[in-house]
């Protein structure tokens, strides 16, 4: 995107001047902590407009560009931004509001998913939550439209709150966050999947064990349902979870 044509963009949604990078940082406390309330036509094109821009400036990646399990094509690793990476569906790990997280500016996978996604996300979710009438119980999932991102769904589930010792059920839990996405992602006829570390962030599941878990379960899912033709790729950011995920993984 141009330079000025994001300037532009930027100054008619905050409706203020200055700097891109302010501007941005402006931008992106009022999505986080704005209602889910519908947003005047206008204003959510150039919305639009802006985060299309900036993530296909941002480059996007696809399945063809993960790395596949050695002898086990199914499966797939890849590392980098979650919020560029095409799929028919990427996975989101929410609280069990599911309506985002309300942080200004900060850089959970919630965070980020929703800030690209658009403030249609947080509206789409908070639909959802109100027809359920209860927040999401942990190990479960919903699907949504995935807007501004360049992955067709997003997935959101609830991973369990490990506080660096997780339990028998915490455990348990986690596999079923795993299980209730690929579920979903069948039920809806979708073929890709590109799963984040599920609850290894602020929840604070030991990452070795997580992955231990999200990978056995995920080939546990695939051998159980070959009709499915799934393709799950694994998303990882830092350079700790790739070694982790590598080493499981035979890469």
Known sequence: MDESRKQEL????????GSSERLWDTFRAYVNTRPPEPAPA????????????MIADAGVSTVEDAAPAPGDPRVALWRGDITTFAADAIVNAAN??????????????????????GVQLRRECYE???AQGHEEPTGQAKITGAWNLPSKHVIHTVGPIAAGHPSDLHRSQLASSYRSCLDLAAENGLHTIAFCCISTGVFGFPAAKAAEIATATVRDWL??????GMCVVFNVFGENDERLYRELMGL
């Open 223 to 228: 051998d159980a349902r070959p009709q499915a």
């Open 10 to 17: 930027l100054e008619l949604l905050t409706g203020e001047h």
């Open 96 to 117: 069990s509001q599911m309506l985002g997280c309300w942080v200004p500016g900060h850089y959970c996978i919630d965070n980020a998913i929703h800030t690209f996604a």
């Open 42 to 53: 206008e204003w959510l094109a150039a919305q639009d407009e802006l985060l299309q821009g």
């Open 128 to 130: 959802l939550m109100l």
